[in-house]
Structure formats: structure tokens, C-alpha cells
């Protein structure tokens, strides 16, 4: 399905970049048996269909949901995480896939709750970072593109549901209101 959005990755950019990122997780996760990915829904269900068919370890998968709460949700900022994960973390090598990371609200809380399974190792693969937003200092060990202050749609991504089976990244211009961006899914 092709769009009129302006675009900002297209689908063989993403492809290219989605396998030197399986690349270089197969590479540092070689001599570990017991990896579980974990991926946060639904925005990253796209990306992570892509990365494990490039990886060249075996991998779990697993999924866990995260919705803000509150006044204001989404620029308030308290995040619940629904992890109803069916495997035990403990001792395992957890790699957490994400879509986007944004102010990292999202990930500052998942980090927190997935440490309390007392996994071997903890890190982030996302497929797109705007570090320009932060407002907690989290960090992903695996970066696709470091992407400016935009509201992307396309490849697993929404704006209201919207958007997500566009095979590029686009963005939305004019942005939507600020209160909506992160939705948390
Ligand atoms: P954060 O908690 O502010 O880092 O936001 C993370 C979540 O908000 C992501 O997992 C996305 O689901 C959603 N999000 C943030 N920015 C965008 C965007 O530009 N497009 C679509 N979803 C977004
Ligand atoms: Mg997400």
C-alpha cells in the first residue's frame, strides 16, 4: 500500500538497516543460549517480524503491553505495563523491541518492571530514537535511526490506529497535537 504522507524511511533503507541490526545482536548474543525478545505492542510487532527472520540465534519471543494513565496521559507521563509474560526472566538474556523511543517514559518503566524478573542481561533494540525528546534518560543498546522532533506513522506505527500496515516510515505533517504522540502503542 503506498501513501501520500511525506516519507521518511523507505521500506529497503529500514530492510538494509533491520538486518545489520540482527547482525550485530546475533554477533554479541553468540554465546548465549537463552535469549528472550521482548516485544513491546503493537507499534514494534512489524519491526520485530522482520529482525528474528535475520537473526542467526535462537530466540523466545514475548510481548508486553504499555498504556499511559492519568491526567494527561500521554504528557503526564505514568506509564502502566502490562506484562503478563508467559516465560520466567530470571537468568535469561532479556532484549526488550521497541518502535520508538520518545521521551522514554515507556522504556524507563519497562526496564524497571523487567528488571524485577532478575533477568542475566537487560537491553533495547528500537527501531527509531528521537533523542531530541527525552525526558528520562534511558538509552537503547541497538539504535535503526536516530530520527528529529516528527510523529511517525508506517511500519507497525500509528496515529489513531492508523497507518500501520504502510510499508515506509512517514510522517505526519502537520503534527498532531502534542497530548496524542505517545500513546503507547
Ligand atoms: P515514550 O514513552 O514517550 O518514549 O513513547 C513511547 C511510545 O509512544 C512508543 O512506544 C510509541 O508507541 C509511541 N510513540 C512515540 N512517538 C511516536 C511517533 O512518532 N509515532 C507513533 N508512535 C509514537
Ligand atoms: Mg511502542
Known amino acids: 500500500m503506498t501513501s501520500t504522507l511525506p516519507r521518511l524511511l523507505a521500506a529497503e533503507e529500514i530492510r538494509r538497516r533491520v538486518g545489520e541490526l540482527a547482525s550485530e545482536i546475533s554477533r554479541d548474543y553468540a554465546d548465549r543460549p537463552d535469549v528472550l525478545l521482548v516485544g513491546v505492542l503493537q507499534g514494534a510487532s512489524v519491526f520485530l ?76 533494540c528500537t527501531l527509531l530514537d528521537k533523542p531530541s525528546r527525552r525526558v528520562l534518560p534511558v538509552r537503547a543498546r541497538y539504535v535503526g535511526f536516530e530520527i528529529p522532533d516528527v510523529f511517525v506513522v508506517g511500519y507497525g506505527m500509528d496515529y489513531n490506529e492508523r497507518y500501520r500496515q504502510l510499508p515506509d516510515v512517514h510522517y505526519l505533517d502537520p503534527p498532531p497535537p502534542q497530548d496524542s504522540w505517545n500513546t503507547n502503542d
Open 49 to 124: 517480524a522482520d529482525l528474528i527472520r535475520s537473526l542467526a540465534i535462537p530466540v523466545s519471543l514475548d510481548f508486553v503491553r504499555a498504556s499511559s494513565y492519568g491526567p494527561a496521559a500521554a504528557s503526564s507521563g505514568r506509564v502502566a505495563i502490562r506484562a503478563d509474560l508467559e516465560t520466567p526472566l530470571a537468568g535469561r538474556d532479556v532484549l526488550i523491541v521497541e518502535d520508538v523511543v520518545d521521551t522514554g517514559r515507556t522504556l524507563d518503566r519497562l526496564l524497571e518492571r523487567l528488571a524485577e524478573g532478575r533477568p542475566a542481561s537487560l537491553n533495547v
